[in-house]
Protein backbone atom coordinates (compact mmCIF):
# COMPACT_ATOMS: atom_id res chain seq x y z
CA UNK A 1 0.00 0.00 0.00
CA UNK A 2 2.94 2.24 1.10
CA UNK A 3 4.53 1.35 -2.15
CA UNK A 4 1.64 2.29 -4.21
CA UNK A 5 0.65 5.86 -2.79
CA UNK A 6 4.28 6.75 -3.33
CA UNK A 7 4.42 6.06 -6.91
CA UNK A 8 1.00 8.11 -7.31
CA UNK A 9 3.09 10.84 -5.53
CA UNK A 10 6.15 10.42 -8.16
CA UNK A 11 4.54 13.16 -10.79
CA UNK A 12 4.28 15.52 -8.38
CA UNK A 13 7.61 15.07 -6.57
CA UNK A 14 8.82 15.50 -10.21
CA UNK A 15 7.70 18.67 -10.38
CA UNK A 16 8.56 19.52 -6.54
CA UNK A 17 12.30 18.88 -7.96
CA UNK A 18 12.43 20.39 -10.69
CA UNK A 19 11.18 23.48 -8.84
CA UNK A 20 14.48 23.42 -6.66
CA UNK A 21 12.46 21.74 -3.79
CA UNK A 22 14.56 18.60 -1.53
CA UNK A 23 13.10 15.67 -1.45
CA UNK A 24 12.48 13.42 2.01
CA UNK A 25 12.28 9.80 1.28
CA UNK A 26 12.88 8.68 4.45
CA UNK A 27 10.52 8.46 7.46
CA UNK A 28 10.84 11.44 10.04
CA UNK A 29 11.15 11.08 13.63
CA UNK A 30 8.68 13.63 13.91
CA UNK A 31 4.50 13.12 14.78
CA UNK A 32 2.82 15.81 12.44
CA UNK A 33 0.09 16.54 14.90
CA UNK A 34 2.06 17.25 17.38
CA UNK A 35 5.32 19.06 15.89
CA UNK A 36 2.43 21.55 14.33
CA UNK A 37 0.82 21.98 18.13
CA UNK A 38 4.34 23.67 19.41
CA UNK A 39 3.63 26.46 16.94
CA UNK A 40 1.18 29.17 16.46
CA UNK A 41 0.08 32.37 13.75
CA UNK A 42 1.36 31.69 10.06
CA UNK A 43 4.16 29.86 10.59
CA UNK A 44 1.94 27.26 11.24
CA UNK A 45 1.09 27.16 7.25
CA UNK A 46 4.41 27.70 5.86
CA UNK A 47 5.88 24.37 8.25
CA UNK A 48 2.96 22.46 6.85
CA UNK A 49 3.19 23.85 2.78
CA UNK A 50 6.99 22.74 3.36
CA UNK A 51 6.79 19.11 4.87
CA UNK A 52 3.72 18.27 2.10
CA UNK A 53 6.33 19.44 -0.97
CA UNK A 54 9.34 17.76 0.45
CA UNK A 55 8.38 14.52 2.80
CA UNK A 56 7.48 11.83 0.74
CA UNK A 57 5.72 9.57 3.59
CA UNK A 58 3.88 12.83 5.24
CA UNK A 59 3.17 14.42 1.42
CA UNK A 60 -0.89 13.76 1.79
CA UNK A 61 -1.35 14.46 5.53
CA UNK A 62 0.78 17.50 5.84
CA UNK A 63 -1.05 19.11 2.39
CA UNK A 64 -4.60 17.86 3.58
CA UNK A 65 -3.75 20.11 7.32
CA UNK A 66 -2.16 22.89 5.27
CA UNK A 67 -5.51 23.32 2.89
CA UNK A 68 -7.39 23.69 6.14
CA UNK A 69 -5.12 26.26 7.86
CA UNK A 70 -5.27 28.51 5.15
CA UNK A 71 -9.24 27.94 5.14
CA UNK A 72 -8.66 29.57 9.06
CA UNK A 73 -7.55 32.30 7.54
CA UNK A 74 -7.69 35.47 5.25
CA UNK A 75 -4.81 34.32 2.68
CA UNK A 76 -6.53 33.07 -0.79
CA UNK A 77 -2.75 33.00 -1.93
CA UNK A 78 -2.10 30.46 0.90
CA UNK A 79 -4.97 28.69 -0.17
CA UNK A 80 -4.35 28.29 -3.52
CA UNK A 81 -1.16 27.27 -3.71
CA UNK A 82 -2.06 24.21 -0.37
CA UNK A 83 -4.57 23.45 -3.10
CA UNK A 84 -2.57 23.26 -6.22
CA UNK A 85 0.17 20.95 -4.16
CA UNK A 86 -2.86 18.61 -2.90
CA UNK A 87 -4.61 18.83 -6.71
CA UNK A 88 -1.56 17.85 -8.45
CA UNK A 89 -0.90 15.32 -5.84
CA UNK A 90 -4.08 13.39 -4.99
CA UNK A 91 -6.81 14.61 -7.21
CA UNK A 92 -9.30 12.13 -6.13
CA UNK A 93 -8.79 13.75 -2.33
CA UNK A 94 -12.07 15.98 -1.30
CA UNK A 95 -9.42 19.02 -0.40
CA UNK A 96 -8.57 18.58 -4.15
CA UNK A 97 -11.79 20.31 -5.09
CA UNK A 98 -11.73 23.87 -5.63
CA UNK A 99 -13.74 26.06 -2.70
CA UNK A 100 -15.06 28.69 -4.82
CA UNK A 101 -17.72 29.78 -2.53
CA UNK A 102 -14.93 30.32 0.33
CA UNK A 103 -12.42 32.25 -1.77
CA UNK A 104 -15.41 34.55 -3.36
CA UNK A 105 -16.40 35.36 0.51
CA UNK A 106 -13.30 35.79 1.92
CA UNK A 107 -12.12 37.57 -1.05
CA UNK A 108 -15.75 40.18 -0.53
CA UNK A 109 -15.01 40.06 3.11
CA UNK A 110 -10.95 41.01 3.14
CA UNK A 111 -12.06 44.08 0.94
CA UNK A 112 -14.74 45.24 3.65
CA UNK A 113 -12.62 45.26 6.07
CA UNK A 114 -9.66 47.52 4.29
CA UNK A 115 -12.46 49.85 3.53
CA UNK A 116 -13.26 49.67 6.90
CA UNK A 117 -10.06 50.25 8.75
CA UNK A 118 -8.97 52.86 6.41
CA UNK A 119 -11.51 54.87 6.80
CA UNK A 120 -11.21 54.42 10.64
CA UNK A 121 -7.60 55.47 10.50
CA UNK A 122 -8.93 58.98 8.34
CA UNK A 123 -10.84 59.33 10.86
CA UNK A 124 -8.28 58.75 13.31
CA UNK A 125 -5.85 61.45 11.46
CA UNK A 126 -8.46 64.25 11.62
CA UNK A 127 -8.79 64.21 15.21
CA UNK A 128 -5.27 64.43 15.45
CA UNK A 129 -5.13 61.62 18.47
CA UNK A 130 -1.61 60.14 18.18
CA UNK A 131 -2.68 57.24 20.12
CA UNK A 132 -5.78 56.51 18.05
CA UNK A 133 -3.31 57.01 15.05
CA UNK A 134 -0.84 54.52 16.39
CA UNK A 135 -3.52 51.96 16.84
CA UNK A 136 -4.78 52.73 13.49
CA UNK A 137 -1.45 51.62 12.14
CA UNK A 138 -1.07 48.81 13.46
CA UNK A 139 -4.46 47.12 13.04
CA UNK A 140 -4.46 48.24 9.27
CA UNK A 141 -1.03 46.33 9.35
CA UNK A 142 -2.32 43.31 11.22
CA UNK A 143 -5.28 42.79 8.89
CA UNK A 144 -2.81 43.27 5.93
CA UNK A 145 -0.48 41.27 7.46
CA UNK A 146 -3.35 38.36 7.79
CA UNK A 147 -4.91 38.41 3.79
CA UNK A 148 -0.80 38.13 3.06
CA UNK A 149 -0.30 42.02 1.96
CA UNK A 150 3.26 41.77 3.42
CA UNK A 151 4.00 44.96 1.42
CA UNK A 152 1.05 47.18 2.72
CA UNK A 153 1.67 45.15 5.88
CA UNK A 154 5.07 46.82 6.60
CA UNK A 155 4.29 50.84 5.09
CA UNK A 156 1.50 50.64 8.12
CA UNK A 157 3.97 49.08 10.43
CA UNK A 158 6.48 51.85 9.46
CA UNK A 159 3.83 54.41 10.03
CA UNK A 160 3.59 53.33 13.70
CA UNK A 161 6.85 54.73 14.43
CA UNK A 162 6.42 58.61 14.46
CA UNK A 163 3.59 57.81 17.01
CA UNK A 164 5.20 55.71 19.29
CA UNK A 165 5.70 57.42 22.82
CA UNK A 166 6.76 54.80 24.84
CA UNK A 167 9.21 52.19 25.41
CA UNK A 168 6.76 49.18 25.16
CA UNK A 169 5.56 50.97 21.83
CA UNK A 170 8.59 50.89 19.99
CA UNK A 171 9.21 47.20 20.92
CA UNK A 172 5.95 46.23 19.36
CA UNK A 173 6.68 48.81 16.35
CA UNK A 174 10.05 46.31 15.97
CA UNK A 175 8.35 43.21 16.77
CA UNK A 176 5.95 43.68 14.11
CA UNK A 177 8.25 44.93 11.69
CA UNK A 178 10.44 41.74 12.23
CA UNK A 179 6.79 39.37 11.87
CA UNK A 180 6.77 40.80 8.35
CA UNK A 181 10.74 40.70 7.67
CA UNK A 182 10.91 36.93 8.27
CA UNK A 183 7.79 35.83 5.95
CA UNK A 184 9.96 38.13 3.20
CA UNK A 185 13.43 36.94 4.60
CA UNK A 186 15.03 39.82 4.93
CA UNK A 187 17.96 38.56 7.45
CA UNK A 188 20.07 42.04 6.98
CA UNK A 189 16.57 44.37 8.02
CA UNK A 190 16.15 42.22 10.95
CA UNK A 191 19.81 42.42 12.40
CA UNK A 192 18.87 46.36 12.23
CA UNK A 193 15.40 46.24 13.37
CA UNK A 194 16.58 43.86 16.66
CA UNK A 195 19.04 46.46 17.73
CA UNK A 196 16.22 49.26 18.26
CA UNK A 197 13.86 47.03 20.27
CA UNK A 198 16.23 47.43 23.10
CA UNK A 199 16.99 50.54 24.09
CA UNK A 200 19.14 51.52 27.11
CA UNK A 201 16.88 52.73 29.33
CA UNK A 202 14.58 49.66 29.36
CA UNK A 203 14.06 48.08 32.96
CA UNK A 204 15.84 45.13 34.11
CA UNK A 205 12.78 43.01 34.56
CA UNK A 206 11.18 43.89 30.09
CA UNK A 207 14.64 43.82 28.89
CA UNK A 208 15.22 39.91 30.39
CA UNK A 209 11.15 39.31 29.07
CA UNK A 210 12.03 40.33 25.65
CA UNK A 211 16.00 38.76 25.50
CA UNK A 212 14.47 35.51 23.96
CA UNK A 213 12.17 36.83 21.42
CA UNK A 214 15.73 39.11 20.47
CA UNK A 215 18.29 36.05 20.63
CA UNK A 216 15.84 34.18 18.75
CA UNK A 217 15.09 36.24 15.71
CA UNK A 218 18.89 37.41 15.81
CA UNK A 219 19.91 34.08 15.83
CA UNK A 220 17.18 32.81 12.63
CA UNK A 221 18.77 36.34 11.07
CA UNK A 222 22.35 35.11 11.14
CA UNK A 223 21.36 31.30 10.35
CA UNK A 224 19.57 32.69 7.35
CA UNK A 225 22.95 34.68 6.36
CA UNK A 226 25.23 31.73 7.15
CA UNK A 227 26.77 33.52 10.25
CA UNK A 228 26.65 30.10 12.42
CA UNK A 229 29.16 31.36 14.93
CA UNK A 230 27.05 34.37 15.56
CA UNK A 231 24.10 32.59 15.29
CA UNK A 232 24.78 29.46 18.09
CA UNK A 233 25.89 32.31 20.46
CA UNK A 234 22.26 33.70 19.84
CA UNK A 235 20.61 30.89 20.46
CA UNK A 236 22.51 29.37 23.20
CA UNK A 237 21.98 33.00 25.10
CA UNK A 238 18.12 32.85 24.41
CA UNK A 239 17.19 32.94 28.52
CA UNK A 240 14.28 31.17 30.02
CA UNK A 241 12.85 28.38 27.86
CA UNK A 242 9.13 29.71 29.58
CA UNK A 243 9.98 32.53 28.18
CA UNK A 244 10.54 31.97 24.99
CA UNK A 245 7.51 29.67 24.03
CA UNK A 246 5.22 33.14 24.19
CA UNK A 247 6.54 33.36 20.91
CA UNK A 248 5.95 30.20 19.13
CA UNK A 249 4.66 32.44 16.12
CA UNK A 250 8.77 32.44 15.28
CA UNK A 251 10.06 29.47 16.41
CA UNK A 252 9.15 27.16 19.05
CA UNK A 253 11.71 26.31 22.33
CA UNK A 254 12.76 22.65 20.70
CA UNK A 255 13.97 24.57 17.63
CA UNK A 256 15.92 27.08 19.53
CA UNK A 257 17.24 23.69 21.06
CA UNK A 258 18.50 22.21 17.69
CA UNK A 259 19.82 25.42 16.18
CA UNK A 260 21.64 26.17 19.14
CA UNK A 261 23.09 22.68 19.41
CA UNK A 262 23.87 21.98 15.82
CA UNK A 263 25.52 25.40 14.61
CA UNK A 264 27.49 25.39 18.05
CA UNK A 265 29.06 22.26 16.86
CA UNK A 266 29.81 23.35 13.64
CA UNK A 267 31.54 26.44 14.89
CA UNK A 268 32.97 25.30 18.48
CA UNK A 269 35.45 23.73 19.54
CA UNK A 270 35.28 21.01 22.53
CA UNK A 271 36.24 23.36 25.48
CA UNK A 272 33.57 25.87 23.97
CA UNK A 273 30.95 23.59 23.42
CA UNK A 274 32.07 22.19 27.12
CA UNK A 275 31.45 25.28 28.33
CA UNK A 276 28.81 27.27 26.67
CA UNK A 277 26.43 24.54 25.69
CA UNK A 278 26.36 21.31 28.30
CA UNK A 279 27.62 23.58 30.92
CA UNK A 280 25.15 26.58 30.43
CA UNK A 281 22.50 26.55 33.03
CA UNK A 282 19.52 28.39 31.02
CA UNK A 283 20.42 26.26 27.96
CA UNK A 284 20.02 22.86 29.51
CA UNK A 285 16.87 23.55 29.79
CA UNK A 286 16.32 23.89 26.04
CA UNK A 287 18.30 20.95 25.71
CA UNK A 288 16.08 18.58 28.36
CA UNK A 289 13.75 19.09 25.36
CA UNK A 290 15.74 17.52 22.24
CA UNK A 291 17.57 14.74 24.50
CA UNK A 292 19.42 13.51 20.92
CA UNK A 293 21.23 17.06 20.69
CA UNK A 294 22.73 16.83 23.80
CA UNK A 295 23.88 13.91 23.65
CA UNK A 296 25.57 14.39 19.97
CA UNK A 297 27.69 17.13 21.97
CA UNK A 298 28.35 15.01 24.45
CA UNK A 299 29.58 12.61 22.43
CA UNK A 300 31.64 14.91 20.45
CA UNK A 301 33.09 16.44 23.60
CA UNK A 302 34.17 12.50 24.77
CA UNK A 303 35.90 12.23 21.05
CA UNK A 304 33.17 9.37 20.37
CA UNK A 305 33.36 11.45 16.87
CA UNK A 306 31.35 7.94 14.72
CA UNK A 307 28.94 8.49 17.28
CA UNK A 308 28.01 12.14 17.40
CA UNK A 309 27.49 11.55 13.50
CA UNK A 310 25.47 8.66 13.46
CA UNK A 311 22.92 10.50 15.96
CA UNK A 312 22.79 13.66 13.74
CA UNK A 313 22.38 10.92 10.65
CA UNK A 314 19.36 9.61 12.12
CA UNK A 315 17.46 13.18 12.57
CA UNK A 316 18.69 14.58 9.07
CA UNK A 317 15.20 13.82 7.94
CA UNK A 318 14.05 15.82 10.19
CA UNK A 319 16.45 18.64 9.68
CA UNK A 320 15.46 18.71 6.48
CA UNK A 321 11.43 19.56 7.35
CA UNK A 322 12.33 22.93 9.15
CA UNK A 323 11.43 26.25 7.94
CA UNK A 324 14.71 27.86 8.62
CA UNK A 325 16.74 24.88 8.95
CA UNK A 326 16.74 22.61 5.79
CA UNK A 327 18.85 24.78 3.31
CA UNK A 328 21.72 24.95 5.38
CA UNK A 329 21.37 21.41 6.68
CA UNK A 330 24.01 19.97 4.39
CA UNK A 331 26.80 22.85 4.84
CA UNK A 332 26.40 22.27 8.77
CA UNK A 333 26.28 18.82 8.18
CA UNK A 334 29.66 19.23 6.34
CA UNK A 335 31.31 21.61 8.70
CA UNK A 336 30.47 19.05 12.22
CA UNK A 337 31.96 16.62 10.05
CA UNK A 338 35.48 18.31 8.96
CA UNK A 339 35.40 18.55 12.31
CA UNK A 340 35.06 15.51 13.84
CA UNK A 341 37.87 14.15 11.27
CA UNK A 342 39.86 17.04 11.83
CA UNK A 343 39.60 16.48 16.07
CA UNK A 344 40.35 12.54 15.77
CA UNK A 345 43.84 12.86 13.31
CA UNK A 346 44.93 15.60 16.24
CA UNK A 347 46.92 12.52 18.23
CA UNK A 348 48.05 10.64 15.49
CA UNK A 349 51.26 11.67 13.70
CA UNK A 350 50.36 8.63 11.11
CA UNK A 351 46.84 6.91 10.19
CA UNK A 352 45.81 4.47 8.00
CA UNK A 353 43.07 4.82 5.47
CA UNK A 354 41.31 1.40 6.43
CA UNK A 355 41.01 2.71 9.95
CA UNK A 356 39.67 5.84 9.08
CA UNK A 357 36.87 4.40 6.99
CA UNK A 358 36.02 2.41 10.01
CA UNK A 359 35.15 5.44 11.62
CA UNK A 360 33.95 8.27 8.74
CA UNK A 361 33.00 5.69 5.92
CA UNK A 362 30.27 6.47 3.80
CA UNK A 363 28.25 3.58 1.97
CA UNK A 364 28.05 5.26 -1.48
CA UNK A 365 30.89 8.02 -0.87
CA UNK A 366 35.43 7.60 -1.53
CA UNK A 367 36.75 9.03 1.90
CA UNK A 368 39.75 9.72 0.16
CA UNK A 369 38.73 11.82 -2.25
CA UNK A 370 36.99 14.05 0.97
CA UNK A 371 40.22 13.97 2.68
CA UNK A 372 42.10 15.14 -0.13
CA UNK A 373 39.91 18.01 -0.77
CA UNK A 374 40.08 19.30 2.42
CA UNK A 375 43.79 19.30 2.15
CA UNK A 376 43.39 21.01 -0.91
CA UNK A 377 40.88 23.52 1.01
CA UNK A 378 43.76 23.83 3.71
CA UNK A 379 41.34 22.56 6.68
CA UNK A 380 43.63 19.56 7.01
CA UNK A 381 47.15 19.52 7.54
CA UNK A 382 48.08 15.96 6.15
CA UNK A 383 49.51 14.36 2.92
CA UNK A 384 47.64 11.22 1.60
CA UNK A 385 49.88 8.54 0.59
CA UNK A 386 48.19 6.27 -1.85
CA UNK A 387 50.95 3.38 -2.32
CA UNK A 388 50.85 2.75 1.77
CA UNK A 389 47.14 3.47 2.08
CA UNK A 390 48.42 5.90 5.17
CA UNK A 391 47.38 9.63 5.96
CA UNK A 392 50.62 11.51 7.15
CA UNK A 393 49.92 14.28 9.60
CA UNK A 394 52.28 17.46 8.90
CA UNK A 395 53.29 18.83 11.97
CA UNK A 396 51.81 22.13 13.11
CA UNK A 397 52.41 22.35 16.39
CA UNK A 398 53.45 25.74 17.81
CA UNK A 399 56.61 24.37 19.51
CA UNK A 400 58.19 22.91 16.22
CA UNK A 401 57.19 26.10 14.41
CA UNK A 402 59.47 27.98 17.11
CA UNK A 403 62.47 26.07 17.09
CA UNK A 404 62.06 26.08 12.95
CA UNK A 405 61.81 29.82 13.26
CA UNK A 406 64.97 30.20 15.73
CA UNK A 407 67.37 28.09 13.68
CA UNK A 408 66.63 30.24 10.81
CA UNK A 409 67.37 33.22 12.69
CA UNK A 410 70.48 31.62 14.36
CA UNK A 411 72.16 30.44 10.63
CA UNK A 412 71.39 33.78 8.79
CA UNK A 413 72.99 35.68 12.30
CA UNK A 414 75.94 33.41 11.46
CA UNK A 415 75.99 34.25 7.99
CA UNK A 416 75.49 38.06 8.88
CA UNK A 417 78.58 37.84 11.55
CA UNK A 418 80.91 36.00 9.01
CA UNK A 419 80.54 39.17 6.28
CA UNK A 420 81.58 41.69 8.96
CA UNK A 421 84.45 39.70 10.21
CA UNK A 422 85.52 39.65 6.57
CA UNK A 423 84.79 43.06 5.72
CA UNK A 424 86.44 44.43 8.84
CA UNK A 425 89.61 42.20 8.07
CA UNK A 426 89.78 43.26 4.62
CA UNK A 427 89.43 47.00 5.92
CA UNK A 428 92.12 46.36 7.94
CA UNK A 429 94.30 44.78 5.42
CA UNK A 430 93.76 47.67 3.04
CA UNK A 431 92.42 45.00 0.59
CA UNK A 432 88.97 47.02 0.11
CA UNK A 433 88.61 49.49 -3.28
CA UNK A 434 88.46 52.84 -2.50
CA UNK A 435 86.29 55.65 -3.69
CA UNK A 436 87.84 58.85 -4.06
CA UNK A 437 86.02 61.08 -1.87
CA UNK A 438 86.17 58.77 0.91
CA UNK A 439 87.04 60.46 4.27
CA UNK A 440 89.66 58.42 6.53
CA UNK A 441 90.09 54.61 6.17
CA UNK A 442 87.27 53.43 7.37
CA UNK A 443 85.14 52.22 4.67
CA UNK A 444 81.42 52.55 3.95
CA UNK A 445 79.00 53.09 6.86
CA UNK A 446 78.12 50.07 7.55
CA UNK A 447 80.68 49.30 9.37
CA UNK A 448 80.17 51.48 12.48
CA UNK A 449 83.48 52.99 13.83
CA UNK A 450 85.77 51.69 11.24
CA UNK A 451 86.35 55.56 9.39
CA UNK A 452 87.75 56.68 12.61
CA UNK A 453 90.86 54.26 13.27
CA UNK A 454 94.09 55.84 13.04
CA UNK A 455 96.46 56.00 10.09
CA UNK A 456 99.37 55.07 12.91
CA UNK A 457 97.60 52.30 14.07
CA UNK A 458 96.98 50.97 10.74
CA UNK A 459 100.54 51.36 9.58
CA UNK A 460 101.77 49.37 12.74
CA UNK A 461 99.60 46.41 12.18
CA UNK A 462 100.05 46.37 8.27
CA UNK A 463 103.03 43.95 8.28
CA UNK A 464 101.01 41.48 10.18
CA UNK A 465 97.92 41.69 7.99
CA UNK A 466 100.09 41.03 4.61
CA UNK A 467 101.32 38.14 6.41
CA UNK A 468 97.71 37.07 7.15
CA UNK A 469 96.53 37.91 3.79
CA UNK A 470 96.46 33.95 3.34
CA UNK A 471 94.20 33.71 6.09
CA UNK A 472 92.06 36.34 4.75
CA UNK A 473 91.38 34.49 1.68
CA UNK A 474 90.05 31.47 3.31
CA UNK A 475 87.79 33.56 5.04
Given at each position: ?462 SHAVEGAGDIQLL
Amino acid sequence: MASDQHSALLPFFSVMESQGGIIVKDMPKLDLELYIANYKGRTRFDRLLLIGQCSVPLCLDALKAAVVEAKQGKDIQRYLDAWECVRLAAPHEPEAQYDEIWVTAITKKNKILTSQLESELKGYKNNLVKESIRIGHRDLGEHFESIGSLDGASDAYIKMRPDATSTAHVVEVCKHMISVMLQKRDWAGILATVNKMMPHNMPVEEANAEQPYQRMVAGLAYLGSEKYAEAAKSFLDAGDHNMCQRYNDVASSNDVATYGGLLALASMDRNDLQRMVLDNSSFRNYLELEPHIRKAVSMFVNCRYSACLEILERYRSDYLLDVYLQKHVTKIFSLIRKKCIVQFLIPFSCVTLHSMKAVFGKPDESLEAELISMIKAGELQARVNTIDKLLVMTSTEPRVAMQTRSLDIIKQYEREALERIRRMSLAAADLEVKAPNRKGLGGAGALPGLGEILVDDVANGQSHAVEGAGDIQLL
